[in-house]
């Protein structure tokens, strides 16, 4: 039984977590990413997909939680977010959740990860959180318990897309490791943070992935073609 979490959704919308808003230019921005990504992924029978940035701060995290609301407030279509960044877990920041348990207990204490999912009273939406900091991750991501993992969540609900919350690429080699996890991959990048010798070399290293495009974060003003890759 999936463990159930009444989300603050005034909290939420203080860290920019705006996607369950029905009006405003910024949720709609996540509705128009949320069409281009569904084509691409329904276009190539795609089930997953993979957000990251080139270091720390870009804000992956904050558009990787309002993309998957937008897509789980498509009435026939079920999303699970798995906090994927074992090094720095941020999902639970954002939905406001005090969890005890997370994906580092499956992976470590082979805890069911039934016994992890959390429901945040948005409809179609299951979150896989994470907890804690860990070591080793690299490791982890590649050792056969993460695979049986991945393996569970993907056969579970076959027409379930399932976003990973990655960490930064350029960070570790947390994302190439566990690259094999997704079928597509976005790159988050910050206006006048994100370097552009960094966002090179993330693109170059994110070659052997789907990469649907680049998503440009902290824009001063919304673009006339907002969502736009």
Request: charged share 25%; net charge negative.
């Amino acid at each position: 039984q999936t463990t159930k979490y009444q989300t603050d959704l005034v909290a939420m919308r203080q860290k920019r977590v705006i996607a369950l808003d029905k009006f405003g230019p910024e949720s709609e921005t996540f509705r128009l990413l949320r069409t281009k990504v569904l084509k691409q992924l329904r276009d190539n029978d795609w089930g997953s997909l993979g957000i990251t940035s080139p270091t720390q701060g870009a804000g992956k995290t904050m558009i990787a939680v309002n993309l998957a609301i937008a897509i789980a407030m498509e009435v026939n279509q079920t999303v699970l977010l798995v906090d994927l960044d074992l090094r720095n877990p941020q999902i639970n920041h954002y939905f406001g959740f005090n969890v005890e348990k997370g994906l580092q207990d499956c992976l470590l204490h082979n805890t069911p990860v039934s016994d992890v999912l959390i429901n945040p009273s948005i409809e179609r939406l299951v979150i896989l959180p994470g907890i804690g900091e860990m070591e080793g991750a690299s490791e982890l991501l590649t050792a056969p318990k993460m695979r049986e993992i991945v393996q569970e969540i993907k056969s579970r609900y076959k027409s379930r897309i399932i976003i990973f919350d990655l960490p930064p690429v350029l960070i570790s080699d947390d994302v190439l490791v566990s690259s094999e996890y997704f079928d597509a991959a976005l790159l988050v990048v910050a206006e006048g943070e994100s370097q552009p010798d960094d966002i090179k070399k993330a693109i170059q290293l994110l070659s052997g992935t789907n990469l649907l495009g680049t998503i440009l974060n902290k824009a001063d003003k919304t673009p006339d073609h907002i969502g736009q890759y």
